[in-house]
């Protein structure tokens, strides 16, 4: 009897550190979820924001690409109505033609870079691509703007964030059996240690793993 | 020889058993809830990208349903120019002014080679499935303009499915916030319980387990029938 409630207090108090620490922990555990989740939301924002700029400079160029397009149209329309007055048996026309091309053609061409022999193709029609290309290329922000990494960063952030939410969720269980420790004694709470253990070693080896994972494959915290 | 138990022990270790599982379930509710709000997030965003997108594909087909109209518009009327002026040619020659009837001529085949080149400026020309089979026939405007409806409708279906998903998870979201309500009432019960007379306590722990059930078992039914 006398050398039981020492033993009895001494297993109390460890039960009672252990439920102290393993609060604490799930604690910090559901702060860093808050903090992961939060992280994903400012990614997927600058993600977004990216996005929008993103499509911004594109839609300009694009919009650019189809002015010159029709201008380069208006202009190959042009060529070729003064290539026919060329070939013509009438003489008017084929004087007409000459001053033409002397006076409007070079004016006309100036309005489309399109209108460039560099972008003509064999089958008569203009390469676009290549033209977009350059626009876009002309804006220096675009290369700058990666906005599905950002939505990879966030997608890997709230992956975190699951699995930090669900290894408190571990830890709870192992409060669960401390708690049950802590009111019954011998067999019974020896048992709800260890499960109590075994709950907290894998909620917190998940947790830590998963953030090393995170930060081995990039875009953790 | 072993204390006699005082009354209503049991049912006090009973109500502080149930007020840790409770607390249990409500951990796995809310990590669920959370779950299901990381998805409505997601999807909510991913929404907002295509919404953007959307808008995108709009501009860019109008931008290029317009070229190809004007292009094509400006062609026919080329086309039909050269054919008035043949008319006038053949006009012209009836009537004995031969000159003036080969300058119409030549002023119509001009006409005709400016509509020839700006063919090949449109797809509606070009491609195979909307070019005209004959040098008689209109080109296939018709099933060119089906053809950009069913990419915007595309993109629309797109949007549609993944706003229902943003729907589905913000609903099982709120579902869950309410079961861990009453998880928590059921908390609130069994931790009153525990502070009662044994007669009271065990009406607190029937409306508590019943409160647990409800919101354990609600949870639990979700659960299976969202994943």
Same mark, same amino acid.
């Given at each position: 009897m006398s050398t039981d409630t020492p033993r009895s207090s001494r297993s109390d108090l460890i039960v009672a550190a252990a439920i102290a620490i393993i609060s604490i922990a799930t604690a910090l555990l559901a702060w860093r979820a808050s903090v992961l989740g939060s992280s994903a939301g400012e990614e997927s924002r600058t993600g977004l924001m990216d996005a929008i700029k993103l499509q911004a400079y594109t839609s300009e160029a694009r919009r650019l690409l189809f002015q010159e397009a029709e201008f380069a149209f208006e202009h190959a329309a042009y060529v070729a109505e003064l290539d026919a007055m060329t070939a013509s048996a009438d003489a008017g026309l084929r004087a007409q033609s000459v001053t033409l091309r002397q006076y409007v053609l070079p004016q006309m061409a100036? #309005?489309? +870079? #399109?209108? =460039? /022999?560099?972008? /003509?193709r064999t089958d008569g029609t203009l390469d676009y691509e290549k033209r977009l290309t350059e626009l876009k290329a002309e804006q220096p922000q675009i290369a700058r703007l990666q906005p599905s990494e950002s939505f990879a960063r966030a997608n890997n952030l709230f992956i975190q964030q699951r699995i930090t939410i669900w290894s408190a969720a571990l830890l709870a269980f192992s409060l669960f059996c401390l708690a049950v420790a802590e009111i019954t004694s011998n067999r019974r709470r020896a048992l709800g240690v260890i499960a109590a253990s075994i709950f907290a070693g894998v909620g917190l080896s998940i947790a830590l793993l998963a953030s090393l994972i995170a930060r081995v494959i990039g875009g953790g915290l | 020889m072993s204390e006699r138990p005082v009354p209503g022990e049991r049912s006090k270790h009973a109500a502080t058993f149930l007020a840790l599982a409770t607390a249990v379930v409500i951990a796995c509710v809310a990590a669920l809830q959370n779950g299901a709000n990381v998805t409505a997030g997601e999807a909510s965003r991913d929404l907002q990208l295509l919404t953007m997108q959307l808008a995108d594909d709009f501009e860019r087909l109008g931008l290029q349903a317009n070229f190809e109209m004007g292009v094509i518009g400006q062609s026919f009327k080329d086309v039909q120019e050269a054919q008035v002026l043949r008319l006038s040619a053949l006009d012209l020659e009836a009537r004995g002014s031969t000159a003036d009837a080969a300058a119409t001529r030549a002023r119509a085949d001009v006409m005709l080679a400016r509509a020839q080149r700006e063919k090949q400026f449109s797809s509606l020309f070009r491609d195979a499935q909307y070019a +005209? =089979? /004959?040098?008689?026939k209109l080109p296939e405007i018709r099933k060119y303009v089906n053809d950009l409806q069913v990419q915007r409708t595309r993109l629309v279906g797109r949007i549609t499915a993944v706003n229902q998903r943003y729907i589905s998870a913000s609903r099982v979201a709120d579902t869950y916030t309410m079961y861990v309500t009453i998880l928590a009432i059921a908390l609130f019960l069994f931790g009153l319980a525990q502070a009662l007379e044994w007669r009271a306590r065990l009406v607190f722990i029937a409306f508590g387990v019943m409160a647990l059930a409800a919101g354990t078992g609600g949870a639990l039914i979700l659960f299976l029938r969202w994943a």
């Open positions: 100036q #309005l489309s +870079p #399109l209108t =460039n /022999a560099k972008y /003509a | +005209p =089979n /004959a040098a008689d």
